[in-house]
């Protein structure tokens, strides 16, 4: 069975998608990803040394694939949140990714077995052990930058992606180009330098990771820029991202809780209630209160500390 990828793209576009590309489904060389856990730069995110079989093969995710489709719906907005003090990652003022890609790729698939009834298919959305970035790059849809992010020439980096596992052929893309040449502005934007200079990032070092993933209180010499959840740093030094087209301004409702949470945040004032609201409708529910609470503390010294 062939499904032309015209066929694929018109349907993603439709559904807000910046764009999509076909791949062969073929196993993939990991032996970068081993020596990464290998070196520790995991951290304490023991769960990525699972299921490394699946991550090389991804014929283990559905018997009978036979193409990976990749998917990417830019978030790159002119938020209002940007203009406080403290900071929360972009991808975390807009509803929760995982839910909201994971329903559109399924319009998707729905419309294709209208046509397509022997189709078989799996939806990935940062959900499974899938190398989603570099599937994304054989699928043609950018190349892995210095801060080991997909980038992208029309729109930057700050893309969500998603993956359609599939039993059919389609037109499969040529890799793309990268661009980076001998720009490093990702890799000094870095604070704490998390960025390594093979492109990959050592987790122990990385806000994103300390905010969110590190379970332990985060080690006082990990400056977090006033970041108390996920990290742009990296991300807005990028040349690509700068000339990136920016996406209509989506979400208003999250976007509104988080402006109020840091609010009372900056004026010293409990902010539980605007918190709990978000774990429910943005990708927030990677951590609890206390946690927070504590991502907050720290900014908010390591702030008194550079103001003084």
């Not at 930057?156 to 990268?178: H, M, P, Q, R, W």
Request: hydrophobic share 35%.
């Amino acid at each position: 069975m062939y499904i032309p990828i015209q066929t694929v793209k018109d349907l993603a576009l439709k559904e807000g998608f910046c764009s999509c590309g076909a791949t062969k489904a073929e196993k993939m060389d990991i032996s970068s990803f081993k020596d990464w856990l290998a070196k520790g730069y995991n951290a304490s995110m023991s769960y990525l040394e699972n299921y490394l079989d699946k991550r090389e093969n991804p014929a283990l995710l559905l018997e009978g694939t036979r193409s990976i489709f990749s998917f990417i719906m830019s978030y790159n907005d002119d938020s209002e949140t940007s203009t406080h003090k403290f900071k929360i990652a972009s991808y975390a003022c807009r509803k929760d990714y995982h839910y909201t890609i994971k329903q559109k790729l399924n319009n998707i698939i729905i419309k294709l077995k209208d046509q397509y009834p022997d189709l078989q298919t799996k939806i990935f959305v940062d959900s499974a052990p899938v190398q989603e970035r570099n599937w994304a790059i054989r699928c043609g849809l950018g190349w892995k930058g210095k801060n080991s992010l997909l980038v992208t020439k029309e729109f930057g980096n700050k893309v969500f992606i998603g993956e359609i596992l599939a039993n059919c052929t389609s037109d499969y893309a040529e890799e793309t180009a990268n661009a980076c040449g001998n720009c490093n502005k990702c890799l000094t934007s870095c604070p704490n330098n998390a960025i390594l200079p093979d492109g990959n990032i050592n987790a122990n070092l990385c806000i994103s990771y300390q905010t969110i993933e590190n379970k332990e209180e985060i080690p006082e010499n990990i400056n977090l820029r006033n970041y108390i959840y996920g990290c742009d740093i990296c991300l807005n030094a990028c040349i690509w991202n700068n000339r990136a087209k920016k996406t209509e301004v989506q979400d208003q409702e999250v976007k509104n809780l988080v402006c109020s949470m840091l609010d009372k945040i900056e004026k010293g004032e409990d902010f539980k209630s605007e918190f709990q609201k978000l774990r429910k409708l943005s990708p927030m529910d990677r951590i609890k209160y206390q946690k927070l609470l504590s991502n907050v503390e720290l900014a908010k010294k390591q702030s008194l500390n550079t103001d003084l």
